[in-house]
């Protein structure tokens, strides 16, 4: 980095602590204005309302009542030098001759020095207690920006030339390519860099060990279902021809594996183009007691093993939402919970608010979770031991996740080992 560079950069923080400076300043000016204008505001009030007020109550004791068409007058006395000496306030009822007349020059003198010498008071206090007392409590609500602008002013000044540069440079190229490597560059300038890209390396290592293990779990489950096609086609083309038996039995096996294998695709297919941003979200107005409504009907319609009950709790809410991707995370929800759960018991849907955000439930009476495996539950191909005897493929719940991320919500989860899961959307 060149000289000028350097000096360049150390103008710059040094203008950005000046500028923490000004506005600690601006905001104690606003402050004191604030407070001085309420202040003068309420003198002026006080001096305003209390004549008014005593001198209605002089009126209506002695003419019985207070008019605004009532004939008033202030007039001063002065002696033979032109001084005042009392002012004369006057009323008069239009309709009759009663008249009173009251001396106002000492009362209203006292008032005035007592509203006076009540002003300074509150003024001496607030130059001498509570401007210090803010400016304190400012300076302790900034300090964290403070620091901050310190910091980037000590940066600013390290001498940064090209010799830096040219050593990242080559301890990058230097790194290697297993796991352990780390970067050093044995330099106490250049420690947050160090640090940054070593975080970079950790999360790009971890990034593709996930999609290494994506692959595998995924062609995995693929070849199970074609080593099914596979072999039940060979059957057919040995023996399934002339005997019936065998041809009804790969067709069978030979369609639900097909199906599978479609699901599974589609589903992979699905995740592909969520993550690659080509699957967006069509939000429209969307009531939630009546978008589980139709799950649950849609529930009952196709399943007659299970026991499905719905308590509204939004009648009048209404949130901005894909309709349709909202409605296949509750039905992945809905899946699970029929599919671990025994026949003729209860499956629970609900709604309701949770810290002001509504939420959409699905309760079931199943196997449950243990608490070690519901922190991997929305890994795409995880599947708890209890859950291998059941047919799935592991990537339902991700593709929940998936969308409940997009809509800016979240999981809550409750499940225990033969009580049952609860799975709470919150929106």
């Known amino acids: 980095m060149s000289s000028d560079q350097n000096t360049n950069s150390a103008a710059a923080g040094s203008t950005q602590a000046r500028r923490m400076s000004s506005i600690r300043r601006r905001l104690s000016g606003a402050w004191l204005r604030h407070r001085l204008g309420g202040l003068f505001g309420r003198t002026l009030f006080l001096l305003l309302l209390v004549p008014v007020l005593i001198l209605g109550t002089l009126e209506w004791r002695e003419l019985g009542t207070v008019r605004l068409k009532t004939e008033r007058r202030i007039e001063a006395e002065r002696n033979t030098d032109g001084k005042i000496t009392q002012l004369n306030y006057t009323a008069k009822l239009p309709e009759s001759e009663q008249t009173i007349t009251v ?66 440079e080559n301890a990058i190229s230097q790194l290697e390519a297993d796991e352990s490597s780390r970067l050093s560059l044995g330099d106490r300038d250049l420690l947050g860099i160090e640090a ?67 699901h599974l695709v589609e589903q992979l297919l699905f995740l592909a183009r969520g993550d690659a941003g080509r699957t967006q979200l069509a939000k429209e107005p ?102 291998r005897s059941f047919e799935g493929t592991g990537l339902g719940l991700s593709i929940a996740k998936w969308i409940v991320d997009k809509h800016g919500g979240y999981f809550e989860i409750t499940s225990r080992e033969e009580i049952g899961t609860r799975i709470r959307i919150v929106l």
């Open 103 to 168: 001396g106002l020059l000492p009362e209203m003198s006292v008032f005035l020095i007592a509203v006076g010498g009540l002003f300074l008071l509150r003024l001496i206090l607030l130059f001498a207690l509570a401007l210090p007392s803010y400016n304190a409590d400012l300076k302790e609500i900034l300090k964290p920006l403070d620091e901050l602008a310190k910091k980037a002013d000590e940066l600013s000044r390290l001498e940064f030339g090209e010799n830096k540069y040219q050593r990242i």
């Open 286 to 387: 969307v009531k939630p007691d009546e978008l589980m409504r139709e799950a649950y009907e849609e529930s009952v319609m196709i399943d007659e093993k299970h026991i499905y009950r719905f308590s509204p709790g939004l009648p009048e809410t209404t949130l901005e939402a894909d309709p349709g991707l909202l409605k296949q995370a509750v039905r992945i929800l809905l899946d699970n919970a029929a599919k671990y759960t025994k026949e003729g018991d209860e499956i629970l849907l609900s709604t309701g608010l949770k810290d002001g955000r509504p939420y959409l439930q699905v309760q079931d009476t199943g196997i449950g979770m243990a608490e070690a495996d519901v922190p991997h539950m929305f890994e795409r191909f995880y599947r708890a031991d209890e859950a």
């Open 196 to 262: 940054a890209i070593n975080n970079l390396l950790v999360r790009i290592r971890e990034s593709n060990r996930q999609q290494a293990r994506f692959v595998n779990d995924a062609s995995h489950e693929l070849r199970t279902p074609i080593a099914v096609i596979s072999g039940y086609a060979d059957m057919l083309a040995r023996w399934g021809k002339d005997d019936e038996k065998v041809l009804d039995e790969a067709i069978s096996a030979i369609r639900t594996e097909s199906a599978r294998m479609k």
